[in-house]
């Protein structure tokens, strides 16, 4: 089931650029979003929850608009150590996680 | 947050043997745990949905007589591939629900059969 679609990149930006990521989902009775990043080999760790209500964490503010079925993240003023793959999640209450491909971002000095 | 452990980290085997991954909840009790597997440049596919002290509901196209899951309790999972084969190697993570729909999960076994 591909429900959670993201562009894959690779983005390369340089740092303290500002990098934005998009992602889809069709399931419109989807009901928690979230933002995972994920490092080479390793397990997916929780970036931010995303609210309809948008909400920012330092360097990192996330979007969803139900209404489009679309949720975005910023990422400004990159640092090198932002190096990983994102991924755009979404769930519905008690299930399983559905997770896109992610969209692989690399920050250069 | 909830702290998971898998076991082994990395396992290499010959094609046709079995492999076993456990899981553990270290400071959570799940009723539900889930297995995904992650091959290169791939999303996370959930396999399976692990229910303690009843049968796994398995996801479409993955087979249960293959991938043999088993929750004695509330904080052991385990994922057995049997007869493995070289289509097999894989990125396996285990994780638990957590509050809000969260997930924890656990650092994942990469298998390779050679």
């Known amino acids: 089931r591909k429900e959670v679609e993201q562009d894959p990149g690779p983005f390369n930006v340089p740092e303290g650029a500002t990098v934005a990521f998009n992602c889809t989902y069709s399931?419109?009775?989807?009901?928690?979003f979230f933002w995972y990043r994920q490092d080479c080999r390793k397990e997916p760790k929780l970036l931010m929850s995303?609210?309809?209500s948008g909400n920012e964490d330092g360097r990192f503010t996330a979007q969803l608009n139900r209404a489009s079925q679309y949720i975005s993240l910023l990422i400004r003023d990159s640092k090198l150590s932002d190096s990983a793959t994102y991924l755009c999640?979404?769930?519905?209450?008690?299930?399983?996680?559905?997770f896109g491909k992610g969209t692989s971002l690399l920050v250069t000095p | 947050g909830a702290v998971v452990s898998q076991h082994p980290s990395r396992v290499i085997c010959k094609s046709g043997t079995s492999v076993k991954i456990e899981c553990r909840s270290l400071?959570?009790?799940?009723?539900?745990m889930f297995w995904y597997r992650q091959f290169p440049k791939q999303s996370l596919m959930l396999m399976a949905t692990?229910?303690?002290?009843?049968?796994?509901?398995?996801e479409q196209g993955v087979e249960k007589d293959k991938f043999l899951i088993n929750h004695a309790s509330l904080t052991l999972s385990t994922l057995t591939v049997t007869s493995a084969h070289p289509e097999d190697s894989s990125f396996y993570i285990c994780?638990?629900?957590?509050?809000?729909?969260?997930?924890?999960f656990g650092p994942g076994t990469r298998l390779t059969v050679l």
């Open positions: 999640v979404v769930t519905y209450s008690g299930y399983a996680l559905n």
């Open positions: 399931n419109s009775a989807s009901q928690s």
């Open positions: 995303v609210y309809s």
């Open positions: 400071d959570f009790q799940a009723t539900t």
């Open positions: 692990s229910n303690e002290g009843s049968k796994a509901t398995y």
């Open positions: 994780s638990h629900s957590g509050s809000a729909d969260t997930q924890y």
